[in-house]
């Protein structure tokens, strides 16, 4: 095909389809980049910055998972600066609620769990802030626990756009962040 | 050669990382040989010594007592080892970090009591605001991570310690 390009990441030659993710295009090449928000089928945010990679004559980190791939683009995935702040970036999300993994339901499978143990994290430098955040209750079937919540947004996507219902979206900002049901009512009151 | 001094230390935990330190099963034999236990709950020992090699800390920092003994321990402990959640991240002991302790002990001890509705106060040591990990208050020189930590890595590391060495623990532990 003509309109392939291609890329080289960590040295190697590797083809890539226009309007790609570098995220994408690593990916269906075996290689591995850390990555929590990403999800296949689904747009990219670039929510958690667990996917930064050097990209050759670009003095910062960039998202994978947000970068188009362009033709002849030379990109790092593994080096001693990346290990350190995909680190710095576990951990802060580990200090900022409440993640007790022994007692959460999603202990051994869980995405923030594994790739901590994949990237070497056996403790967290920063002080843990033990924020109070909602538990939601309310729904018949199911319950919104936010001690876990690492605003990767997933779920608000998969609902807007899979599902096409739209119930879920962010409030406030920064560390105050918190999902919140249409428009910030009790998931009882909603039409879902 | 002279044995190395080994001690254990329970704090905010529920013991289950002692009981996993004791399911290392015969190498707790070779450990022996090379190692007295002069501290912790499976000695008898009432002050914690002097110049003691390892100490293996259980249990996150919770109590003005957890404060004391830990600070005692770094002082007298050349390398100090944080094992299981409780110690590395103070895991379960922190679920009650987002409550003031003194809205806690009400909920506990007076609207969760049937009798004697009110909170302890003899011989019982003072909340810390915060359940805490032991590196937030002193300098930890190993983190073991799991709830308990696998008596596999358990193995793995008081071997290597007692060979001298720092155990290499990434990708082998996790939270959890
Ligand atoms: S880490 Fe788990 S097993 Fe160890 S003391 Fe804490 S709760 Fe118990
Ligand atoms: S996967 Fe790229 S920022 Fe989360």
Redesign the pocket.
Known sequence: MNNKISIRIDGELIPATPGASLLETALAHGKFIPSLCHMKGLSSVGACRLCLVEVAGVNRLLPACTTPVQDGMSVTTQSDKLRRYRKITLELLFAERNHVC?VCVSNSHCDLQSLAQRLGVTSVRYPYTFPKVPVDLTHKKFALDQNRCILCTRCVRVCAEVEGAHVWAVSSRGVGSRLVCELNRAWADSRY | MSKAKVATV?L?????????LLDIDELLIDVLRKADIVYGPLVDAQEFPDNVDVTLV???VSSQDDLRLVQKIRQRTKLLVS??????TS???SMRNPLQPKVLLQRAYVEGADVNHRPPTDGVPALLRHAVPVHEVVKVDLHV?????KADAIAFVVTELLESRKPDLAGKVKFG
């Not at chain 2, 935990?13 to 996993?20: E, K, N, R």
């Not at chain 2, 094992?83 to 590395?88: E, H, R, Y």
């Not at chain 2, 991570?145 to 930590?149: E, L, Q, T, W, Y």
């Open positions: 022994a | 329970w905010d935990g529920c013991s289950g990382c002692h009981m996993s259980e249990g996150a094992l299981g959640d409780c110690a590395v895991n379960v002991p991570p799991g709830c308990p930590p």
